[in-house]
């Protein structure tokens, strides 16, 4: 995720200071990737730094405002503008925790599998709980839009993960059957 963009698509509305912006950030994405302080004030300062954003005085609460300069607006503009890449996905937990389980001894593969379509399941319920709540509010309005779209696209990554784990668990299954001798030539007892 890139706060640092986020960060800069807040300030093109109008200066804020640091902890009004870790708000509205939480706020635009539905509180889903909550954000710590200090990596706002960090970001700002690399912001500053890069010439992005400029301090513009104090609120009357005496707090910095930061304001988006017209360096940081081509920033921006460019980044609408860029898709996001794709190329080389991140790395991803669950693949990597199935794909070293495969294989090792002691490790049942199927009940990792399922211990996570449980885990996903129940996230994928309460994703689409939250998205009813959001719908039954203002949903015309750019706030709870934002949240909708957020919420829309953990119940899609959800869905997905769950027809993964059904994948992965049908191929085990066939590896398990190709793997075993055929009926007539099981050992007997």
């Not at 509205?24 to 010439?51: C, H, K, M, S």
Request: with cysteine.
């Amino acid at each position: 995720m890139s706060i640092r963009h986020g960060l800069l698509a807040l300030l093109a509305a109008g200066p804020r200071y640091g902890s009004r912006l870790r708000t509205d950030f939480e706020a635009r994405t539905g509180g889903t990737w909550p954000l710590n302080i200090g990596q706002v004030y960090t970001t700002l300062g690399r912001l500053e730094r890069d010439g992005m954003v400029a301090r513009q005085g104090v609120d009357e609460a005496g707090r910095e405002l930061y304001a988006l300069t017209e360096a940081g607006r081509t920033e921006l503009r460019a980044w609408y503008a860029r898709p996001v890449e794709r190329a080389s996905p991140p790395r991803d937990e669950l693949a990597i925790k199935l794909v070293m389980a495969v294989g090792s001894d002691g490790v049942d593969v199927r009940e990792v599998v399922e211990a996570q379509r449980r885990h996903v399941t129940q996230a994928l319920h309460d994703h689409v709980r939250r998205r009813a709540e959001a719908l039954a509010r203002a949903p015309g309005h750019p706030q709870e839009m934002a949240r909708l779209l957020v919420l829309e696209q953990l119940v899609f990554q959800a869905e997905a993960e769950v027809r993964w784990l059904d994948h992965c668990e049908a191929r085990l299954l066939r590896l398990t059957r190709e793997a075993e001798p055929p009926p007539d030539e099981q050992p007997g007892p």
